[in-house]
């Protein structure tokens, strides 16, 4: 238990400051097999004085914009809107201030750290302003007194990652446009049509404008600026998801794959952007999403062909994660992760017939591991982009990204000014590297899982090894670093999908090869969506 000793203040705290639970969120509720996903089109909107959004209906259709007014809800009809952000003056400064617990590359990472805390006794929620954190939930640290306690208590306790940001106002940027001569400043704005499709750009004549079906509403987030929130349903959401994360050329069983992928990850995720109060976004850090604007007849089919259909295990909906190229071999969660490890996401031999048997050449061996990065053939993805590739990078350059690295994260040592050496020291049965260490001038630092990927500029995976550069005068230059595989490698590989889709393979089969022991089952209303 965390701070034993201070525990029970905080629970008077708590009592003092109870948060509010609504009726609706204590029923039960049928849950929808084509919900409706809030997904974060635009992000941090107002970020910039010079942000704008230009909203536009189709040709001989209307936008309708709802938003509240000092007496009543108002609408407006217009064909075209732009928001653009101005400053309001606060009548007084305003303290803006949270609980940094910690910073990650992944939310897979942040969420587990999440947990941690919580076993300690916090409560807790996670955020990306950038990257993902974990910060002290706000709704129960919500004084100055407490975060402050809270931050003391932390250091008592060895806790030295951990901080307070704070932020005096005395200004807040606020959305607005003009419609019939007329000013509006709102925070809040619902936008519909009567044809349920909406174009959004952020510059004029923009020529490759979003095209988004459902409705648009622009919201506030938790860092003080603004996201416009797609409302649109599942299937809906799926047609502006698969033909950009794996195209809409593959063979018609790898479209289907990375269809019934993209579906339960995104029921999977519903949560993981509780504190901005919709559920995902529209980039890599979920799933890239681009609404209507590229629809293809081949993707369609492929989500009317697996519609309803997810990928469980024991029941449940997986972690149905997927990535560009492996580089031969696919990596257990917890190469990547930290956490409970999932039994379906094992690494697997990328290739249809048995060329390396990891149970007797485990590729943890350094010898063992760069025999099998001289491999070329037999793979899924051989020939493919990305399957092999080699970066040389200098001491200095790798150097300044580091600082940059240990910066963002509120990490020791960041004012280091040379690195001396870069080991690999821990690799897993998968060959993915697991620990790093580099030798600077200060410390040795040590590097994890993702985390490398973050730290250090050259890799796109973590499938690799490094030899040493020397100068003319055999002085250490830098290192090249050898590997193969584009993403974490954990789950499905895109590019190898093709392969055995070509081979003749069924979505099925692909989909149990890159996640053994699970099974494809209609989507029913028992099955719990979210985390």
């Known amino acids: 238990m965390l701070f034993p000793k201070t525990l029970l203040s905080l629970f008077y705290f708590i009592l003092l400051f109870p948060t509010s639970t609504s009726a609706e969120e204590q029923q039960p509720q049928a849950q929808n097999t084509n919900p409706t996903l809030k997904i974060g089109v635009v992000q941090h909107f107002g970020q910039k004085p010079t942000d704008q959004l230009i909203l536009k209906a189709q040709p001989g259709d209307h936008l309708t914009l709802k938003f509240p007014s000092p007496q009543e809800n108002k609408q407006l009809h217009t064909e075209t809107v732009i928001l653009k952000i101005g400053v309001q003056p606060l009548p007084e ?101 009567p044809q349920n499709v909406i174009q959004v750009s952020q510059k004029p004549n923009d020529p490759q404008p979003l095209v988004y079906g459902g409705s648009l509403q622009l919201q506030p987030d938790a860092y003080g600026t603004y996201t416009l929130v797609n409302n649109v349903p ?44 919709y559920h995902l976004c529209a980039n890599t850090d979920c799933q890239v999403y ?14 009317n062909v697996t519609k309803g259909l997810v990928l469980t295990y024991n029941n449940q909906l997986t972690d149905a994660v997927y990535f560009s190229t492996s580089g031969g071999v696919t990596a257990n969660y917890n190469d990547i992760w930290n956490g409970e490890p999932r039994p379906y996401l094992k690494g697997v031999i990328d290739a249809p017939n048995k060329i390396w048997d990891l149970s007797q050449q485990n590729l943890a061996s350094e010898p063992n591991f760069r025999r099998f990065m001289n491999l070329q053939k037999g793979f899924n993805e051989t020939g493919e982009f990305d399957f092999r590739w080699r970066e040389e990078t200098t001491l200095e350059s790798m150097a300044a990204h580091l600082r940059l690295y240990l910066k963002r994260r509120n990490l020791p040592h960041s004012n280091f000014n040379t690195i001396q050496k870069v080991e690999i020291v821990e690799r897993s049965p998968t060959g993915r590297v697991l620990k790093m260490t580099v030798t600077t001038d200060q410390a040795v630092l040590e590097i994890s899982k993702d985390e490398i990927q973050s730290a250090f500029l050259p890799p796109i995976s973590t499938l690799f090894y490094i030899d040493p550069v020397f100068n003319p005068n055999k002085t250490l230059k ?45 989507l029913n209303s028992v099955m719990p969506f979210g985390n």
């Open 93 to 193: 400064p305003e303290v803006e201030e949270r609980v940094v617990l910690s910073t990650h590359r992944s939310y897979e990472n942040a969420e587990e750290d999440a947990q941690k805390w919580r076993s300690l006794g916090l409560e807790v929620e996670l955020a990306q302003p950038d990257r993902w954190q974990v910060w002290a939930k706000r709704s129960v640290y919500n004084t100055p007194l407490l975060r402050r306690w809270l931050i003391d208590s932390l250091q008592a306790q060895g806790h030295k990652i951990p901080r307070l940001e704070t932020q005096v106002l005395t200004q807040k940027p606020i959305p607005y446009w003009t419609a019939a001569g007329y000013r509006y400043n709102r925070n809040q704005l619902e936008i519909t049509t």
């Open 478 to 522: 830098g290192y090249v670093f050898v590997g193969g595989g584009f993403g974490h490698g954990v789950g499905m590989s895109q590019t190898g999908s093709y392969n055995l889709a070509k081979l003749g393979w069924s979505n099925e089969q692909i989909l149990r090869f890159y996640f053994p022991g699970t099974q494809l089952q209609p």
């Open 290 to 303: 681009k609404g209507l604007t590229e629809v293809y007849p081949s993707t369609d089919q492929a989500i």
């Open 234 to 277: 599942l299937e809906t959401y799926l047609r502006g998801v698969v033909p950009h994360e794996i195209g809409a050329w593959p063979p018609d069983a790898s479209i289907e794959a990375q269809a019934v992928l993209a579906r339960t990850y995104a029921l999977r995720n519903l949560r993981r952007f509780e504190a901005d109060n």
